[in-house]
Nanobody
Framework: QEQLVESGGGLVQAGGSLKLSCTAS????????LAWFRQAPGKEREFVAA????????YYGDSVKGRFTVSRDNARNAVHLQMNSLKSEDTALYFC??????????????????WGHGTQVTVSS
């Protein structure tokens, strides 16, 4: 069974840092792009970041560019999201996803076939 399991969420003060991790099954990790999305209460799911497997190319949402870094951990079949300079508006449920998007669709939820259950990030101001 293919699965994605997120970890690392929690409560942090504004300006602080947090690192999320997502562990994937071997098949997913070696064959799919991995992405992070987030969803705040009452809002649509928003693209955060993605990283391709074959060339390591990364993509970021405009609201996190320069503050968040996505990376793959090949030894652990994991993808990490390092979040710095956190703001209250970063508060959301963060999801890991796997898919095979083309460049023009990398930010769309429908490009991803597998999803984790999410990990909550709360930033207090």
């Amino acid at each position: 069974q293919e699965q994605l399991v997120e970890s690392g969420g929690g409560l942090v003060q504004a300006g602080g840092s947090l690192k999320l991790s997502c562990t994937a099954s071997e098949r997913i990790f070696s064959d799919y792009a991995l992405a992070w999305f987030r969803q705040a209460p009452g809002k649509e799911r928003e693209f955060v970041a993605a990283v391709r497997y074959h060339n390591g190319m990364t993509y970021y949402g405009d609201s996190v560019k320069g503050r968040f870094t996505v990376s793959r951990d090949n030894a652990r079949n994991a993808v990490h999201l390092q979040m710095n300079s956190l703001k209250s508006e970063d508060t959301a449920l963060y999801f890991c996803a796997a898919g095979r998007p083309i460049t023009s669709t990398v930010r769309r939820t429908e490009s991803y076939n597998f999803w984790g259950h999410g990990t909550q990030v709360t930033v207090s101001s």
